[in-house]
Structures are given as structure tokens and as C-alpha cells.
């Protein structure tokens, strides 16, 4: 039975590759945080990736639960901070954008639903001070 | 010497599973989950020199949604259920009857659909929360409010186009916008509150 020409396999494999290089990203950081998202029914697409930051609340994954408690904390790339720390976090990751794209900067917010309003807020009010002024409350669509 | 040799092939049998690793390898460091959520643009930060000058709002222009540490909400002066809040901020956008409790209904004319419609255009809804408050509570209300106006804007869409908002384009968007333009208050509630 003649050999089939494998040749061509490795090139195709290679172009999936790239396609799911090109339509995911890195996942980026490690969660120190539970959070599950509210479930909504209105939700809009994040219009782009790139020009945006994730600011995390929850309370401290089960890990990480002995040391840090149970209280519901703000996570911002990989390490817990205070709400105070999230001026210098939006304004060093709005500076890395190019002039062009810093007008569509948001602040994604990926918030656990039993997180006291409070942190909510206090998160806002550094937002608005940093003029971060584009959020998104983070959610999960409804399912039917 | 003129004879041709044959450059032997370079083996790549093995370019298939290195490729392959390559590819697990991005699948697992990688997520695909698009972000989905609501929304919202919060209020520039108050100037030094804004500070006393509070902004007025007229009472019947604003619908105050209030919930509590044990996340009651209230409309207004009553307890309401999450499936009320619909009705009543569709209610209250609308302002059919022009109700003197209801926000003021104002001429504008709206270019995209060449006519001019009564348009509660200075409503705000405003939704206050205690510091203990869920946070998914809140959503659940932000979401409720974005569905009323949805609503409303497929209605008119509708009435006017024949298609659901969505299908329509974009300068027919926008001027179903300006008719139920969204105005959920984002600002510290207090600014907002009604102890005026």
C-alpha cells in the first residue's frame, strides 16, 4: 500500500496555531481571587481587549484563605491591593497604550456578586479621580 | 564528475508533533472567554470650585432607587421586587400620560426620523446603595434598567422602522437614542439624593 504524503501536516497544523494565536490572548495573571460573576440579560461585547484593564474583587481563593482571611479584596495584576493603589495601576497601564487607543481605555471590573457595595464604591470614586471614566461591570450571560 | 547527486531529503517527519506542541501549548496559556458585561461611563471627577455647587435636579425628573444592607429595594417611597423595577422605569422614561409625578416631557426634534417627538429628555435614574449592599443585588438592578430601556427602544423601532433596534443602522440608532436617551446615575448618590 503506497505511503499517503504526509507533507503537507505539519503546515496545517501550523496555521491552526496561528489562527488560535491571533484570536486569544495570554492569559495574563494568576487569580488570587474567587469571584463569580453576576448573570445578566443585557451584556455587551468588549469592544477591545487590548485597551483595557482588569481590576479583580473577591474573596481570597481557598489556597490562599488561612493566610489573607476571608474578607473580600481587590486584586490588580498579581498581588491584593487597596483601592487608593488603583490610580497608579490605571494610569501606568493607560500610559502604555498608544495615543490613538487611549480615548477607548476601560476598566473592566470582574466582581464577585456577594462583594459589599462599599468596595464598589470606593473603587469608582479612585476611577473617576484617575479619569478612567469607561467601566464595565464584568458578567456572564444568561443562560435559557 | 558530471554526475548529479541527489541531495537527500531532510527528514521532517517530526515537524507535525513539534507544531502539534506548539499548538496544545498555546491552548492551554491562552483563554478565548470574551468579556461580557455592562457598560457604563462614570462622571468626571468634581472640580475644586464645584465642590457647593450642587447639582438641581427638579423632583419629578429624578427616580430614586434605593437598596438597603439586606438588599430591599425601594422605588421611590415603596418596596419593590426586582421584577417591578422594569415597569416602573419604563414607566417612568415613557411618561405616556404626561403625569405631573412622572419626569416633563420637552419637544425635540429628532432629525433621523424627521419629526418631532415629546421626549422626557432631562429624566435620571439614580441608584443608591448602602456600603453592605450585594454587589450582584445592584447589578441585577443595573441590568433591569438597561432591559427597560431596550425595550423601549425596540417599541419605537418597531413603530418606526419596522425592525428591533439591533437591525437597524446606525444614524437610525442614534436617533432612536436621542428619543430614550440611557441616563442611569453613576455619581456618588448623595450628589444626586433628594434632601434638597
Do not use: W
Not at chain 1, 487607543?101 to 456577594?114: A, E, G, Q, R, W
Not at chain 2, 483563554?31 to 419629578?60: C, H, V
Not at chain 2, 418597531?158 to 440608532?173: P, R, S, V
Amino acid at each position: 500500500m503506497p505511503e499517503m504524503n504526509t507533507s503537507s501536516l505539519p503546515d496545517l497544523i501550523f496555521t491552526i496555531l496561528f489562527f488560535f494565536m491571533m484570536v486569544t490572548t495570554m492569559r495574563e495573571v494568576t487569580l488570587k481571587v474567587k469571584f463569580e460573576k453576576p448573570i445578566g440579560t443585557q451584556l455587551e461585547k468588549l469592544a477591545r481587549k487590548s485597551c483595557t484593564s482588569f481590576i479583580y474583587i473577591g474573596q481570597p481563593t481557598d489556597a490562599l484563605r488561612g493566610q489573607f482571611g476571608s474578607a473580600h479584596r481587590i486584586q490588580l495584576n498579581d498581588k491584593y491591593a487597596e483601592a487608593p493603589e488603583i490610580y497608579d495601576y490605571v494610569m501606568e497601564d493607560r500610559s502604555e497604550l498608544a495615543e490613538s487607543d487611549k480615548p477607548f481605555y476601560t476598566v473592566s471590573l470582574k466582581v464577585d456578586h456577594h462583594t459589599p457595595m462599599g468596595i464598589i464604591t470606593d473603587v469608582k470614586q479612585v476611577l473617576r479621580k484617575a479619569y478612567a471614566l469607561k467601566i464595565v461591570y464584568s458578567a456572564n450571560k444568561k443562560q435559557d | 564528475m558530471g554526475k548529479k547527486r541527489k541531495m537527500p531529503g531532510l527528514n521532517t517527519s517530526s515537524t507535525a508533533d513539534i507544531s502539534f506542541m506548539l499548538l496544545i501549548f498555546f491552548l492551554v496559556t491562552t483563554s478565548m472567554d470574551t468579556d461580557q458585561g455592562l457598560a457604563r461611563t462614570l462622571p468626571k471627577p468634581p472640580e475644586d470650585d464645584q465642590l457647593n455647587n450642587e447639582i438641581k435636579i427638579k423632583e419629578r425628573n429624578i427616580l430614586n432607587i434605593r437598596i438597603n444592607k439586606d438588599n430591599y429595594v425601594m422605588i421611590g417611597d415603596d418596596y419593590a421586587s426586582l421584577a417591578d423595577i422594569k415597569e416602573r422605569a419604563k414607566e417612568f422614561i415613557k411618561n405616556e400620560e404626561n403625569r405631573p409625578n412622572l419626569p416633563e416631557l420637552k419637544p425635540k426634534k429628532i432629525k433621523g426620523l424627521g419629526k418631532t417627538m415629546m421626549v422626557t429628555e432631562n429624566h435620571v435614574i439614580s441608584v443608591q446603595t448602602d456600603r453592605g449592599t450585594d454587589y450582584g443585588v445592584y447589578f441585577a438592578v443595573q441590568d433591569a434598567l438597561v432591559t427597560a430601556y431596550n425595550e423601549l427602544r425596540d417599541e419605537l423601532a418597531k413603530a418606526e422602522f419596522g425592525f428591533k433596534y439591533e437591525f437597524l443602522t446606525d444614524d437610525q440608532q442614534k436617533a432612536i437614542r436621542e428619543v430614550y436617551p440611557q441616563k442611569i446615575s453613576e455619581a456618588e448618590p448623595k450628589k444626586y439624593g433628594g434632601q434638597q
